[in-house]
């Protein structure tokens, strides 16, 4: 049976260095963090999602700011609220809640958001410093960063004559996290829709990484045994055994048969998902101590 990796454990460690690092830049410089989270229409999930941001910002001792404006915003009103948030010195970090109601495009709108203040790591300057092993100057999106982390406490800093797979290559998380893993040392496969015999691809991985948004589809002979396995989905499944009309969250690995073979294994939920919004947290106190020149603390 596999190590179960507690996100949740992990997560809370981070809050509270992140709560002690913006206690003591409010004590050296009179400054409090300030996180700016904009929300478009209403999606119930994406806003229990930002409330539970905003209210993490909160716990953390940081100016918390959310605006929630109408389903019918147009694309030139939010350009205008983002240009008013890079400009005000009270904000550090913004971060706009995708996806975005249809007649909006996205992409002119993140980025649009100063690379020093983007806290989920999606500018282009921010990926670009990724992406040439910078890993110290920019930001870096938050689930990658939680995902490392939890990498990290089973192999340590570095990865070198490890092998590993990321399944999924989306700008949000497949490619950074590819990078990241990459940038510790381990020889990275970055698989895909149209990868030639995936399972087969996946055995060889040392650490597997699935974002795929497909229900249990890593299945426990996809697994090396001893593997490190971090499962980034979060499906949403019927679960008629708890009721008519109940439903439950599962991952893109089928968890009871893979713990079985794997060596450490992330749950889902409970696992990355508690960690992309304390690495959130993190980016915006280090963007705070940024942007009064200090040194910004490493999570
Ligand atoms: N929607 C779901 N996940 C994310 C995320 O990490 N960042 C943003 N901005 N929107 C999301």
């Known amino acids: ?3 179960i990796i507690d996100g949740k454990e992990a997560a809370a460690g981070v809050i509270a260095a992140v709560t002690e690092a913006a206690a003591s830049l409010e004590a050296s410089a009179k400054l409090k963090p300030g996180l ?6 209403d999606d119930p999930a994406s806003h229990a999602y930002v409330n539970s941001k ?3 910002a909160k716990q953390c001792g940081f100016n918390s700011i959310q605006h929630s404006l109408p389903v019918e915003t147009n694309q030139a009103d939010l350009e205008k609220l983002v240009s008013g948030l890079n400009a005000d010195p009270a904000i550090h970090g913004i971060l706009v809640q995708l996806p975005l109601p249809k007649h909006l495009d996205a992409e002119p709108v ?3 958001i100063s690379p020093e203040k983007d806290v ?12 040439t092993g910078d890993l110290s100057t920019g930001l870096i999106s938050c689930t990658p960063a939680g995902s490392m982390l939890l990498v990290r406490s089973i192999h340590g800093d570095d990865l070198s004559g490890l092998n590993a797979v990321v399944i999924g290559r989306s700008n949000l998380f497949g490619k950074p996290m590819g990078l990241l893993l990459l940038a510790a040392n381990a020889t990275v496969t970055m698989a895909h829709s149209k990868t030639k015999d995936l399972a087969a691809v996946c055995r060889n991985a040392d650490i597997l990484v699935a974002a795929v948004g497909r229900p249990q589809m890593v299945k426990a002979d996809w697994v090396k045994p001893g593997a490190t396995v971090i499962d980034v989905g979060i499906n949403r499944i019927d679960a008629p055994e708890k009721g008519e009309g109940k439903t439950r969250l599962v991952g893109d690995v089928a968890f009871n048969e893979a713990s079985e073979i794997a060596g450490a294994i992330t749950p889902v939920p409970g696992g990355v ?3 992309t919004i304390a690495m959130l947290m993190a980016n915006t106190v280090i963007a705070a101590y940024r942007s009064v020149g200090l040194e910004a603390p490493r999570f």
């Open 1 to 3: 049976m596999a190590q």
């Open 36 to 41: 700016a989270v904009v929300i478009v229409g």
């Open 54 to 56: 905003s209210r993490m």
């Open 110 to 112: 993140i980025q649009s």
């Open 120 to 131: 989920d790591g999606l500018n282009i300057v921010n990926a670009g410093r990724i992406a």
């Open 273 to 275: 998902g508690p960690m």
